[in-house]
């Protein structure tokens, strides 16, 4: 006898519900994607104990009439695509055919429809794939489908659930795609009746991203956009400021439908290259519109994985739109100062009401006297005030000065900004450097004694291999001997760096397994590199020549506010911000 058998109808919908339906957030969505879909405009979803209990989604979408209902339950049926060309242009969110029948082999499900023209409601109710007739109903226009014990005769489906507000937050985060991309929908999401978010389909993008997330994202993301070549690019990119630890916080949408896509990631982190640092990921919210017959959505069940059929078109004008406008914006960091409570001197200890004072006169000798003061002139000054008496020492003309051998303090006309030494000058380098290989290689000098050392064979072959890349940088080698090769002459805008120690650094690079470097990325990770080794290092004392030098280039330089790795190089203080701290306002 045969050990081949054909699989019974309900069983071949609980194991599609393997693939569409992994927890109770797979519900949500693709309830919510199927009221979209029905073009509604309004969508309620009530969830009970993290969607164990209850899923429900109500819409004022165009309903469905009896017949449509009960065949809406049955395994791919759909009113979305009608033939196989249908396949090569999907507009819609859903379309398989398969989320429904799917949820109904799992869980007990109640739907009630009703079409505008119709006078009253129909519904109908399925028991994990038992399913009833269609009944006359009470309700208003739209659909509400319920879906209650999601998996309850799949004990063992069921004991992967975590806890309700594990469960909850996977909800909210598909909740949150879904508003993200439809800011014309008022939407409202409860929680065992209480109320977490309810949006209006007024709100702009960014009126919804303070709301689903914070003002501070908002306020913190500047808007870009591009249209080229049928493709059209909208995206808010947030600063390096709000950066996050992972990718959670990178939103990316293709004709209204949620991805992931490792071309367009990729896209996202060479944009911020050299904007932010490499351990850190930027806050991006990115919508793409192109011609629905230019991708294939019909990859997964879950339809959050497509395929492009010009991929690398994709990548490079998401790439260039997007690194375009960061390189074009001031990227300063404002400093955040932390709130002072308000504390009554005539209850504070004799103590704290002194440092009152005292802090009192340091913000009024602040204002007094536009030169940034040194911490021996605060403190002198805020002694005579206390004391009743007045300092007539003499006031520096200088409005900078350096602390710790590090950063720089320099006044502005709205506060005072901290500048890393090491950072703005390795900026500097890195974009002098970047224009004069442009026009060029780069100049060099010979050195009086060759320096040399020792090279395996390996590492003589990647000298060899990027001879062409060694000589643009002015670099010049010889042999010198077995195994040993010597520095002839190297670049004069790196003379503050030691020639063996650049050059041991440069082979460990060429020589990296891992790199997958094309051309022109090698040659930034060498400028980044050079920069950093030929840059004023931290704890250098300097003169008020090279402090007001260093200020000068600061202001005429591109993307003076970040260095080549993506770290910051300036904090302000505005005099705002240390009233406050003050409390002189």
């Known amino acids: 006898m045969g050990q081949i058998a054909v699989l019974d109808q309900n069983m071949v919908n609980m194991i599609a519900a393997g693939e569409v339906i992994e927890r109770p957030a797979s519900v949500v969505k693709e309830l919510m994607e199927n009221s979209i879909d029905a073009g509604a405009t309004k969508i309620t979803v009530s969830i009970e104990d993290g969607g164990r209990k209850l899923i429900s989604v109500a819409d004022n979408g165009c309903g469905m009439d009896a017949e449509d209902l009960a065949a809406a339950l049955e395994p791919h049926t759909t009113s979305k695509i009608k033939t196989s060309k249908d396949l090569h242009g999907i507009s819609t969110l859903g379309f398989r055919g398969e989320a429904l029948a799917s949820i109904a082999s799992v869980a007990q499900v109640r739907a009630v429809s009703r079409t505008k023209d119709s006078e009253g409601a129909s519904c109908i109710e399925i028991d994990c794939g038992n399913k009833g007739s269609v ?35 996977h909800i909210i985060e598909r909740f949150t795609r879904i508003a993200l991309s439809n800011c014309d929908l008022d939407m409202t999401l409860i929680h065992n009746g209480r109320e977490l978010y309810r949006l209006s389909g007024r709100d702009d993008l960014r009126e919804r991203i303070a709301e689903l997330f914070s003002s501070e994202i908002a306020e913190n993301s500047v808007e870009t956009k591009s249209s080229e070549r049928g493709l059209d690019i909208f995206a808010l990119l947030g600063k390096p400021g709000i950066s996050r630890t992972n990718k959670k916080f990178q939103y990316v949408f293709l004709n209204g439908r949620f991805i992931r896509d490792r071309f367009i990631s990729h896209a996202i982190k060479e944009a911020y290259r050299g904007c932010l640092e490499p351990d850190r990921f930027p806050i991006v919210f990115l919508f793409i519109q192109m011609p629905y017959e230019d991708v294939d959505v019909n990859v997964h069940p879950t339809k959050i994985e497509v395929r492009f059929y010009n991929a690398n078109l994709i990548h490079s004008q998401i790439l260039g739109c997007l690194r375009e406008k960061l390189l074009e914006t001031n990227l300063d960091v404002s400093a955040k100062l932390p709130a002072i409570p308000h504390q009554k001197s005539t209850s504070s200890p004799s103590g704290l009401v002194r440092d009152q004072k005292i802090a009192d006169a340091m913000a009024d000798f602040f204002k007094k006297h536009k030169p940034v003061p040194t911490q021996q002139q ?53 974009e002098n450097l970047c224009r004069r290989i442009r026009e060029s290689k780069l100049e060099s000098q010979k050195l009086l004694i060759p320096e040399s050392f020792e090279v395996t064979v390996s590492q003589a072959d990647a000298l060899k291999t990027n001879a062409e890349l060694i000589e643009k940088l002015g670099i010049e080698l010889a042999p010198f001997g077995p195994k040993t090769m010597a520095v002839q002459a190297f670049p004069t805008l790196l003379a503050k760096a030691a020639p063996l120690d650049f050059i041991q650094d440069l082979i460990d690079l060429l020589s990296r397994k891992d790199a997958g470097l094309d051309a022109e990325r090698l040659l930034d990770e060498v400028l980044n590199m050079a920069a950093c080794k030929a840059a004023i290092k931290a704890g250098q004392k300097l003169s008020d020549n090279e402090i007001e030098k260093l200020l000068a280039d600061r202001e005429i330089v591109e993307r003076a506010s970040r260095c080549p790795h993506g770290r910051p190089t300036t904090i302000k203080f505005s005099i705002s911000d240390l009233e406050k701290q003050f409390k002189r306002t």
């Open 378 to 430: 605060f403190a002198r000054e805020a002694r005579y005030q206390i004391r009743g008496t007045k300092y007539e020492g003499p006031q520096l003309e200088r409005k900078f000065l350096q602390i710790h051998d590090s950063f720089i303090v320099a006044q502005i006309d709205d506060g005072f900004i901290i500048i890393d030494q090491h950072a703005i000058h390795e900026r500097i380098i890195y």
């Open 135 to 169: 009944a006359p109903a009470s309700a208003d226009y739209g659909t509400t489908i319920q879906v209650r014990d999601l998996f309850y005769k799949l004990p063992a489906r069921r004991k992967f659930l975590k806890t309700a507000n594990t469960e909850m937050g």
